[in-house]
């Protein structure tokens, strides 16, 4: 098995190539091994290069609600009455440190995503 790290993006383009000819390869043959063995480099060398960034706090939590169907009455546990849901979701009141904890207990969103700072 001829593989080599991907340094450039002509490298990475070439995996790419390699990869997409190899999407059939069933798992466990050479061929499979192969396919994962790219992937897993492919994967590092785009972490390094095409770093993904934490979505907007307020963007997560709509993303969430869309998700689970659920509604800002929903939100009412977590961040307080409505007037202050709807403050938080209109960005005229910041989410606090109690909100935060609430938000990523009882919804599961990640309080990396609850405390990035806004532009």
Do not use: C, W
Request: charged content about 30%; cysteine-free.
């Amino acid at each position: 098995m001829d593989i080599k790290p991907i340094r450039t993006k002509t490298d990475y383009r070439a995996t790419l190539r390699e990869i997409e000819t190899l999407m059939t390869a069933k798992a466990g043959s050479p061929e499979g091994d192969r396919l994962d063995v790219l992937v897993t480099l492919v994967e590092a060398y785009e972490r390094v290069h095409f770093p993904m960034d934490l979505p907007d706090p307020i963007e997560a939590i709509k993303f969430v609600m869309e998700q689970r169907g659920l509604t800002p009455k929903d939100l009412e546990p977590a961040i307080g009455r409505m007037n202050r849901v709807y403050e938080v979701l209109n960005r005229t009141r910041p989410l606090t440190l109690a909100m935060i904890r609430h938000l990523h207990d009882d919804f599961g969103i990640p309080a990396a995503s609850l405390i990035k700072q806004t532009a």
